[in-house]
C-alpha cells in the first residue's frame, strides 16, 4: 500500500487509493490498456511484462485500492468472476484435504466445493457457521485425521441469503491453533463494513460484481491476503489456469469503488428502514437482518461489523405468496445477483443450486439506493396483492 495513504479512513481510501502519480498534465485517472503483449527490449526479468494473461496495469490501480480498503500490505488479485476466485482458493487445498464450509452460503462456492469434492479433491463437510460449537467439533474431529495446512476453514458472514452470523474471530483462531487455513467470503459485508483480514483471516473473497463494482454490468471477482507466500500462489493459479479479467471490466469496477461508501451508507440505512417496516407487515411470517434487535445474529454483528449490510431476507406463507411478490413489483427488479444500485428481488429456492435448508418462500431483497418510501411503497402493494389485499 501507498504510504500516503496508510492512515486514510475507508471511505477516503475508496477515492483517494489507486490514482496514476501526481505530476504536471498527468491524468487523474489511471487509463484503460489494451494489449496482449509487450515490447521486450532485454532478457525478461522477475515482475516485467511480458504476456497480458499475467499482467496487465489497469488491473494495477484497482488491485491497490482494494487491498488498502482490506488493510492489507500487499495489493489485491483481481480474478474474470466471483466462481474464478474462488476456485483459486480452493487450490490451496492440497489433494485429499478438506474444507469445511457454511450450508448456507454463494452457491456457486457450494457447488464448486461440491464438484471438486465429488472428483476426490478434498472431503467437503458443511456446518452451520452461527453454531461455533459445531463449527469447532468438525475442525477438532478433521484436526485428528489430517496433518496441519490440509484443512480450510471457508467463511461467509452474513451468510447468502440467511444472515447467519459468526463469531469470526473466535473460529479464525481456533482453526490457525489446529493448523488450517481460513478463507472468508466479504462479498456481502464489503471493508466498509468489516475487514476480515483484520479477524485473523489468510484470504479474503470478493464477488466484484456485487458492491464493490456496484452497477451490474461487470462479472469479475478478488482476492486478498497479507501473506506474500499465499499471494504468490494464487497469482501463479490465476496465470496458469487463465482466471484473467479484461482490463475494460477492471476499469469500470474501479470507478464503481470510488463511490462504494457512499452507496453502502444509502443502501444500509434503507435496508434498516425496510426491515423494521417489513417486520409488523401483516403478509410477512420472518424478516431476516441483522440490524434488527430480534435477529439472532444482531448482537455477533453489532460487535464486529461497523453496520449490518445492504440485504434484507423475508420469509412468506408459502412459495406461491413469495412468487406472487416477485411478479407484482414494479419498482424492484425480479433478478438473481445482487449490490448494484438497483433493487433486486428474488426467490432464492428457484435456484437448483440452492441448499435446501433454505426456506421455499424466502425472498431475499438486495437495496439500492432509490428513494426509500418509493421502495417501500412498491413492496408493500406487491405484499398486499400476494396476500389477496
Keep these: 500500500m501507498d504510504l500516503e495513504h496508510a492512515d486514510l479512513a475507508p471511505d477516503t481510501l475508496t477515492v483517494a487509493a489507486g490514482r496514476p502519480p501526481r505530476a504536471h498534465d498527468a491524468?487523474?485517472?489511471?487509463?484503460?490498456?489494451?494489449?496482449?503483449?509487450?515490447?521486450?527490449?532485454?532478457?525478461?526479468?522477475?515482475?516485467?511484462?511480458?504476456?497480458?494473461?499475467?499482467?496487465?496495469p489497469t488491473w494495477d490501480p484497482f488491485e491497490e485500492a482494494l487491498g488498502a480498503l482490506e488493510g492489507a500490505p500487499l495489493p489485491a488479485l483481481v480474478f474474470g468472476s466471483g466462481l474464478g476466485a474462488?476456485?483459486?482458493?480452493?487450490?490451496?487445498?492440497p489433494t485429499g484435504g478438506a474444507v469445511v464450509m457454511p450450508r448456507h452460503a454463494y452457491a456457486g462456492s457450494l457447488t464448486l466445493a461440491a464438484d471438486l469434492a465429488a472428483q476426490g479433491r478434498f472431503e467437503l463437510r458443511t456446518v452451520d457457521v452461527a453454531d461455533t460449537a459445531a463449527v469447532l467439533a468438525e475442525?477438532?474431529?478433521?484436526?485428528?485425521?489430517?496433518d496441519a495446512g490440509q484443512v480450510m476453514l471457508w467463511l461467509e458472514s452474513p451468510t447468502n441469503p440467511m444472515?447467519?452470523?459468526a463469531e469470526l474471530s473466535v473460529l479464525t483462531a481456533a482453526a490457525h491453533a489446529l493448523g488450517a487455513v481460513v478463507v472468508a467470503d466479504n462479498t456481502f459485508n464489503t471493508p466498509m463494513v468489516h475487514r476480515p483480514l483484520e479477524a485473523g483471516?489468510?484470504?479474503?473473497?470478493?464477488?466484484?460484481?456485487?458492491?464493490?463494482?456496484?452497477?451490474?454490468?461487470?462479472?469479475?471477482?478478488?482476492?486478498?491476503?497479507?501473506?506474500?507466500?499465499?499471494?504468490?500462489?494464487?497469482?501463479?493459479?490465476?496465470?496458469?489456469?487463465?482466471?484473467?479479467?479484461?482490463?475494460?471490466?477492471?476499469?469500470?469496477?474501479?470507478?464503481?469503488?470510488?463511490?462504494?461508501a457512499l452507496r453502502m451508507e444509502r443502501s444500509q440505512a434503507t435496508a434498516a428502514f425496510l426491515a423494521?417496516?417489513?417486520?409488523?407487515?401483516?403478509?410477512?411470517?420472518?424478516?431476516?437482518?441483522?440490524?434488527l434487535a430480534s435477529d439472532p445474529g444482531h448482537e455477533r454483528a453489532?460487535?464486529?461489523?461497523?453496520?449490518?449490510g445492504g440485504i434484507v431476507s423475508i420469509e412468506?406463507?408459502?412459495?406461491?405468496?413469495?412468487?406472487?411478490?416477485?411478479?407484482?413489483?414494479?419498482?424492484?427488479?425480479?433478478?438473481?445477483?445482487?449490490?448494484?444500485v438497483e433493487s433486486l428481488v428474488e426467490r432464492r429456492r428457484r435456484q437448483p443450486a440452492e441448499p435446501a435448508t433454505v426456506p421455499a418462500s424466502l425472498v431475499r431483497l438486495s437495496v439500492g439506493i432509490e428513494n426509500p418510501e418509493d421502495l417501500w411503497a412498491d413492496l408493500d402493494q406487491a405484499l398486499r396483492v400476494a396476500a389477496g389485499g
Design 163 to 165: 444472515l447467519e452470523v
Design 316 to 340: 412468506l406463507d408459502d412459495v406461491a405468496t413469495a412468487d406472487a411478490v416477485v411478479a407484482a413489483v414494479r419498482l424492484w427488479i425480479p433478478a438473481t445477483s445482487l449490490g448494484g
Design 139 to 146: 475442525l477438532h474431529g478433521l484436526a485428528a485425521r489430517f
Design 27 to 56: 491524468p487523474v485517472n489511471a487509463p484503460i490498456v489494451l494489449t496482449s503483449t509487450y515490447h521486450e527490449t532485454r532478457i525478461p526479468e522477475v515482475g516485467d511484462r511480458i504476456y497480458a494473461r499475467g499482467s496487465n
Design 86 to 93: 474462488a476456485a483459486a482458493a480452493l487450490s490451496l487445498v
Design 276 to 291: 423494521h417496516r417489513l417486520v409488523d407487515h401483516p403478509a410477512v411470517r420472518r424478516v431476516r437482518y441483522p440490524g
Design 201 to 260: 483471516v489468510d484470504v479474503v473473497l470478493h464477488s466484484v460484481t456485487k458492491w464493490l463494482a456496484g452497477h451490474s454490468d461487470v462479472v469479475l471477482g478478488a482476492l486478498v491476503t497479507a501473506d506474500p507466500a499465499l499471494r504468490g500462489t494464487l497469482l501463479t493459479h490465476r496465470t496458469l489456469h487463465g482466471a484473467i479479467a479484461g482490463p475494460f471490466e477492471v476499469w469500470l469496477a474501479l470507478r464503481g469503488l470510488r463511490t462504494l
Design 302 to 308: 453489532a460487535a464486529q461489523f461497523n453496520g449490518f
